[in-house]
């Protein structure tokens, strides 16, 4: 079991679909984060939170919508995606906000837009 | 910001052989993680080394932070060492891991 759990693993949707994907770190963190890693691509920071409010947005399309209720929960709400949103979306938390704190990831969920 | 290097891009390796990965980053660090990516997209903790020397098993790593680069040391490699592996580096309070483009590692039987 790891400490940061991502749902669902896998995804596929239509363009005109609302989805969410859901994270929750059992870590008592206090930074959620979230990352997109597209094929042969870097990976990309999308959002951060830090203690349930957001602190970054890496220009991401309004397509992609975060929610964090808590410190232990972060959400990716999803709806009139593209097929190149086509991608791994990766969850991680850390102690810390920003370079000094260790980073753990959750073991992504895999998104597929038809 | 700061940059982060890894080289090389890629590596094809023979089962039981040894190899050392490189970082390298622009700017005075206090925090570098390695992960390795595996085969399903997961990224596992290998180290948290912003400076000195760790092992765990077959990989061992080292951060020389004064002249900015760390290496990840795999010897006796298996085939479930392959994957991706990444550095990323911290250098301020507020700002968060910058990561590199990753080596990936394919060890062939």
């Known amino acids: 079991e790891t400490g940061v759990t991502q749902t669902p693993r896998h995804l596929v949707m239509g363009m005109t679909n609302k989805k969410s994907l859901k994270c929750e770190q059992h870590?008592?963190?206090?930074?959620m984060y979230w990352y997109k890693q597209s094929a042969k691509k870097p990976l990309e920071l999308m959002f951060v939170?830090?203690?349930?409010?957001?602190?970054e947005n890496n220009s991401v399309p309004s397509r992609f919508s975060p929610e964090c209720p808590n410190s232990s929960h972060l959400f990716l709400h999803l709806h009139t995606l593209q097929p190149e949103d086509s991608a791994l979306y990766l969850c991680?938390?850390?102690?810390?906000?920003?370079?000094?704190?260790?980073?753990?990831f959750g073991e992504g969920s895999r998104l597929t837009v038809l | 910001g700061i940059q982060v290097e890894q080289s090389p891009p890629d590596l094809i390796l023979q089962e039981g052989a040894n190899s050392t990965l490189r970082c390298n980053f622009s700017?005075?660090?206090?925090?570098l993680q390695w992960f390795h990516q595996n085969p399903w997209g997961q990224l596992i903790n290998l180290f948290y080394?912003?400076?000195g020397t760790k092992q765990n098993g077959r990989l061992s790593a080292t951060t020389v932070a004064t002249e900015r680069y760390s290496l990840l040391y795999i010897s006796s490699s298996q085939t479930t060492d392959s994957g991706v592996y990444f550095c990323?580096?911290?250098?301020?309070?507020?700002?968060?891991?910058?990561f590199g483009k990753g080596t990936r590692l394919s060890v062939i039987a």
């Open positions: 991680a938390s850390s102690h810390l906000l920003g370079g000094s704190g260790e980073l753990f």
């Open positions: 870590l008592g963190h206090n930074a």
């Open positions: 939170y830090s203690l349930e409010e957001r602190v």
């Open positions: 700017d005075s660090v206090n925090n």
């Open positions: 080394i912003p400076s």
């Open positions: 990323a580096v911290g250098y301020s309070g507020n700002t968060p891991l910058v």
